[in-house]
C-alpha cells in the first residue's frame, strides 16, 4: 500500500515514521528543502519537492497511484484543497489534518462529502478527549473503551503498597472478568504469565468487562479522590476544546493563560469556570488561586519544557495529580523521574488515528501505548480467516502477542486456552508493535 504524506513538519514526520516502520510504502512531499532533508535521511521514505496544491505535484505518478494522500501541512486551507484534488486525480482515500475549530465543528458533513475527505485529524480535539476520557478515570493513567463499551482497558501504576506487588499472577485475587494484559518495566514491553510477579513502578493494563473494570476501579489502591476542581495552564487550541468538556462533566474549571486574545476566546466557551490572564510560572497567582486545592492541573501550553516545569512547579506547591502534553516522545519517558503523573504525547494520539485509518480491513480500533512499543488492537473476525472455528491453545500465535478479550453473541468474556473463536467475533489483543505484521494475517480474511 502507497501513503502519500504532504508536509513534513511534526505531525507530517511522526506518522511518516509510523507508517515506514510499519513498512507500508511512504512518499512525503515537502516544498522546504531542510525539512525535505531531514525526512529523507533519517526515514526509509521516499521525498519529493512540491506544493500540494500544485496539478504538476499531484499528476507525479508516485503520487496519483497511492492508496492513501495525507494532507498535514500548517494551513487548513492548503490540506482541504490538497485532499479535494488528490481525489479527482484518482487517490482513493484522503485524510486532512484540520486545526480551526470553527471547521472541525460546524463544517464536518461539508469536508467529508463537498470534499471527499475521508478522515479529518484535529490533534488539539483528540488530546482534549483523551484527557477528559483519563480523568473521567481517576486512577487510571490511560483508559479505553472497546466493542461499543461492552470491554474496557485500565492502566494503572503499581506503587509500594499495593496488595499486587509481589504475589505470583495466578494466585492474584482479582474478578475473573478481568485479565492483567500487559505491563510496562523499565520502558520494556512484558506479556505476563501465571508465575509472573508485579512489581512497584511497574505500568500494568487491566482488561475486561465495562462493569468489572469500572467496580475495579473503585477499589483500586491508587484511586484518586473524586475529581471535582481543575486547573488548566494554556489556553490554545487544546484548552479551548478541554474546558468545555469538563465542565459539561460537572467539574469545576480555572484556567490561567496569559495570552489576552486566548483568554477571552475560552472566556466565551465555559459558563462557570474562571479565566485568568497571568504567567502560569508566577508561583504567587498560582498559590492565590488555590492550585494546592485543584484535584487536577493541566499543563498544555505550546512548549513542552515549560508545561513539565509547570507540573512540577504544581507538585511542589501541594497538586494532588498533574497531566502534561508534550509533542516530543522523548518526554513522554522522563514521568517517572520527574514525578509527573501523565503525560501525553498528542502527536502519538493523532497518528494512531491514522493507522487505524490505514490498516481498516476488520480492524476497528488501535491503541498505541508507551510511545507506540506495543499496540491494543480491536478486529471483527471475517467468515474466512485462519483462525475461525480454532480455540486459543491451537493457534500459534507469537509469545508476544495476547488476545485477551473476545466479545461473542453481545457478550463480552476474558478468554483462555479452551476458547473457541467465530465468525463476527471481536477480539481485542495486546502485540508488540514490531509483531503487528507477522500477527495480523491470522485474523485477516484469506480471500
Not at 314 to 319: D, F, I, N, Q
Not at 373 to 398: N, Q, R, T
Amino acid at each position: 500500500m502507497r501513503i502519500v504524506i504532504f508536509g513534513a513538519g511534526k505531525l507530517g514526520y511522526s506518522i511518516a515514521q509510523l507508517l515506514a516502520e510499519d513498512q507500508y510504502d511512504v512518499v512525503v512531499v515537502e516544498i522546504d528543502e531542510k525539512r525535505r532533508e531531514v525526512v529523507k535521511n533519517s526515514l526509509d521514505v521516499l521525498t519529493i519537492g512540491g506544493n500540494g496544491c500544485s496539478p504538476n505535484t499531484l499528476d507525479d505518478p508516485d503520487i496519483r497511484d497511492a492508496d492513501v494522500l495525507i494532507a498535514s501541512t500548517d494551513s487548513d486551507e492548503v490540506n482541504m484543497v490538497t485532499c479535494m484534488m488528490a481525489k479527482n486525480y484518482g487517490v482513493k482515500h484522503t485524510v486532512a489534518r484540520i486545526r480551526n475549530t470553527e471547521y472541525a465543528l460546524t463544517a464536518k458533513d461539508l469536508l467529508n462529502q463537498g470534499m471527499n475527505i475521508d478522515l479529518i485529524l484535529n490533534p488539539e480535539r483528540i488530546t482534549a478527549t483523551e484527557i477528559n476520557h483519563i480523568l473521567m478515570t481517576p486512577s487510571a493513567l490511560d483508559v479505553d473503551d472497546f466493542a461499543e463499551g461492552k470491554v474496557r482497558m485500565f492502566e494503572a501504576r503499581m506503587s509500594d503498597a499495593s496488595p499486587y506487588v509481589g504475589v505470583p499472577l495466578k494466585d492474584l485475587e482479582i474478578p475473573k472478568q478481568i485479565l492483567i494484559a500487559m505491563l510496562f518495566r523499565r520502558h520494556k514491553m512484558i506479556i505476563p504469565h501465571g508465575d509472573d510477579m508485579l512489581e512497584p513502578g511497574d505500568n500494568v493494563y487491566f482488561v475486561g468487562q465495562q462493569s468489572a473494570i469500572k467496580e475495579f476501579e473503585e477499589t483500586f489502591v491508587n484511586t484518586y479522590e473524586k475529581i471535582e476542581r481543575v486547573m488548566i495552564i494554556g489556553a490554545g487550541r487544546t484548552g479551548r476544546f478541554l474546558a468545555p468538556m469538563l465542565e459539561e462533566q460537572g467539574l469545576f474549571v480555572k484556567v490561567i493563560e496569559k495570552n489576552k486574545d486566548r483568554c477571552q476566546l475560552i472566556a466565551q466557551k465555559l459558563e462557570n469556570g474562571i479565566v485568568l490572564c497571568g504567567d502560569g510560572t508566577d508561583i504567587d497567582l498560582l498559590t492565590e488561586e488555590g492550585i494546592a486545592e485543584a484535584d487536577v492541573v493541566i499543563c498544555i501550553t505550546e512548549d513542552d519544557k515549560l508545561n513539565l516545569l509547570l507540573a512540577l512547579m504544581a507538585k511542589h506547591l501541594g497538586a494532588k495529580k498533574t497531566i502534561v502534553r508534550v509533542a516530543r516522545n522523548e518526554y513522554v519517558e522522563l514521568r517517572e523521574k520527574v514525578g509527573v503523573d501523565i503525560v501525553l504525547w498528542s502527536r502519538l494520539l493523532s497518528s494512531g488515528e491514522v493507522l487505524r485509518f490505514v490498516r481498516k480491513g476488520g480492524i476497528v480500533s488501535v491503541s498505541l501505548l508507551e510511545g507506540a512499543k506495543a499496540e491494543a488492537l480491536e478486529i471483527i473476525l471475517p467468515d474466512d480467516c485462519e483462525v475461525i472455528g480454532k480455540s486459543l491453545k491451537d493457534i500459534k500465535l507469537p509469545r508476544a502477542c495476547l488476545v485477551c478479550a473476545v466479545v461473542h453473541d453481545n457478550e463480552a468474556v476474558v478468554p483462555n486456552g479452551n476458547t473457541v473463536l467465530y465468525a463476527g467475533d471481536r477480539i481485542i489483543i495486546f502485540v508488540k508493535s514490531e509483531f503487528v505484521k507477522r500477527v495480523m494475517p491470522f485474523f485477516e480474511s484469506r480471500g
